[in-house]
């Protein structure tokens, strides 16, 4: 059954550090979202793609956080420099368009610690 | 602005019991409603969809309604599990395709 795959699992890196993180979505799914999970609250997004153009980076941290796909296929979010508020659970997901039916897929998530 | 609340925040069942989670929004142009099982540090599992032009979807155990109009989504969960025990999410789709959750109402099933 296809997945979204994201890539770490787990990151520890100190404050100040850069740190990425890799999502590939299912193939064939134009939207990818990045979301970002604190402990004990849901899900907020962060940046949402249209093959490879941004549709929404409203809630997205611009002096430190960007995101890219470049081809329209896979996708990077990078921190640069991260800070402890950073630590949480990153989120991509992507969804094939179809109208009403569009049903979003979720990875497994990034677990970010910042020390 | 969307916004979506989950009541309860936390629930505590013996097993064979069952049990209604509740999820309401404030703008009712939804494209449709999804709700998501997330076990502790993993992914969102997707449970079940409901099309904004439907009235309910079931799957095994699990039924979820939507009624639009008062801004509010039911998920049924029959004869709970010990391995039902998990954060059960709700989120909602606009227009632009964005997906707005809730907070979630964690689940404890006990043997």
């Known amino acids: 059954e296809a997945e979204v795959a994201q890539s770490p699992r787990y990151k520890i890196t100190e404050k100040s550090q850069a740190v990425a993180f890799w999502c590939d979505p299912i193939?064939?799914?134009?939207?990818l979202y990045w979301y970002r999970q604190i402990l004990g609250q849901g899900p907020e997004l962060l940046v949402q793609?249209?093959?490879?153009?941004?549709?929404?980076d409203s809630q997205l941290p611009k002096d430190r956080f960007s995101a890219e796909r470049l081809k329209g296929v896979d996708s990077t979010l990078k921190i640069q420099p991260a800070e402890l508020g950073d630590s949480a659970m990153y989120l991509c997901?992507?969804?094939?368009?179809?109208?009403?039916?569009?049903?979003?897929?979720f990875g497994q998530g990034t677990r970010l610690t910042v020390v | 602005k969307q916004e979506v609340t989950q009541i309860p925040a936390a629930l505590s069942v013996p097993e064979g019991e069952n049990l209604v989670l509740n999820c309401s929004f404030t703008?009712?142009?939804?494209?449709?409603l999804q709700w998501f099982r997330q076990d502790p540090g993993k992914g969102l599992t997707s449970l079940l969809l409901?099309?904004?032009?439907?009235r309910e979807q079931t799957s095994g155990r699990l039924n979820a309604s939507l009624d639009k109009s008062s801004g509010r989504s039911t998920l049924y969960i029959a004869a709970s599990q010990p391995g039902d025990s998990a954060t059960y999410l709700c989120?909602?789709?606009?227009?632009?395709?964005?997906?707005?959750f809730g907070t979630g109402t964690r689940l404890k099933v006990l043997a």
């Open positions: 193939s064939g799914h134009a939207t």
């Open positions: 997901a992507s969804s094939l368009n179809s109208g009403t039916k569009t049903e979003a897929f």
């Open positions: 989120a909602v789709r606009g227009g632009t395709y964005k997906y707005i």
């Open positions: 703008d009712s142009a939804i494209y449709n």
């Open positions: 409901i099309q904004s032009s439907q």
């Open positions: 793609f249209q093959d490879e153009s941004v549709v929404d």
